[in-house]
């Protein structure tokens, strides 16, 4: 049974997994490069409880012991007492290694070491460690409290043990829908919604429509919860950038050539609700203004 997870990187998804962990009755250790980084993650875990609660989803007991089981770590050695860590920083291939080297030392062997990348090789990260057959791939989706399925990613070298124990765990106890996915650059969801924004954007640059009407199109017409631009600005642009840019690399093909409206706006640093604008603009707390 896996009771203590570990979770490292409190971003967008970090939080949103660190978040449902600990709804679902499970003990979280947290961790990040920064005090900083973590304070701030913390706080945004807060906040999407305390929008809960306005919204009757939450009781303010309900708050304090989900809180109380997120304990935030200074150092990987206190991750050692998890059955399960899931990595889940920024899309460098050469930090996660680094992550993973580091995680292979200090977790015992029966510990299952998780990624939430959406991109990168699974078999490459676990060519750091000793124990590869344990490196799996655990593919959340944004908002992870709101979709209840997640990519079971399988690298070269994942044994059948250690996906039996990753699928039991995804869906005997996070109650979600657990789907298999061989490794494959974007998986599933993230291939086929980074081509959506990617397309919508193309459809912006050729002014056949507005971002406003565009998502509109997408959100009434077909049930989307959020439009394609509002759904990049919540991932974060740099994210769908470096996404579309690994599919362009490892597939060699021009529909994954990233849309130069997206490139701009990187470099602007307009990177969404992260940043407070993107294609729309976004208050202190992630909402939209």
């Known amino acids: 049974m896996i009771k203590k997870v570990g979770v490292i990187g409190l971003g967008t998804m970090g939080q949103g997994i660190a978040e449902m962990l600990a709804a679902k009755g499970l003990d979280v250790i947290v961790i990040e490069q920064t005090k900083e980084r973590l304070a701030y993650g913390l706080h945004m875990i807060e906040i999407s409880l305390d929008k809960q609660i306005e919204k009757w989803a939450l009781t303010g007991a309900e708050k304090k012991l989900i809180l109380s089981r997120i304990q935030s770590a200074s150092s990987y050695d206190e991750l050692a007492c998890c059955e399960l860590v899931i990595e889940t920083i920024s899309e460098d291939l050469d930090a996660k290694k680094e992550v993973f080297k580091k995680l292979d030392a200090i977790c015992g062997e029966n510990a299952i070491l998780a990624s939430n990348t959406s991109t990168l090789s699974l078999t490459e990260l676990a060519s750091v460690t000793k124990v590869p057959n344990r490196v799996i791939g655990l593919h959340f989706i944004y908002p992870v409290s709101k979709i209840d399925l997640v990519e079971i990613v399988l690298g070269l070298k994942t044994s059948d043990d250690t996906f039996a124990r990753t699928k ?37 640059e050729e002014g056949v429509a507005s971002a406003e009407d565009i998502d509109n199109a997408m959100r009434v017409g077909y049930s989307f919860q959020h439009g394609p631009f509002e759904m990049a600005d919540r991932f974060g642009l740099d994210s769908v950038l470096a996404a579309l840019e690994r599919m362009f ?16 706006m990187v470099r602007a640093r307009h990177l969404g609700a992260k940043t407070g604008v993107g294609f729309f603009q976004y208050d202190k707390d992630g909402d939209r203004i």
């Open 249 to 264: 690399r490892e597939y060699g093909e021009l529909k994954y050539r990233p849309s130069i409206v997206l490139k701009k």
């Open 168 to 204: 039991h765990f995804a869906e005997e106890v996070l109650q979600m829908q657990g789907i298999m996915v061989f490794e494959s650059p974007g998986f599933v969801t993230s291939r086929l919604i980074c081509l959506f924004i990617n397309e919508a954007l193309h459809v912006l």
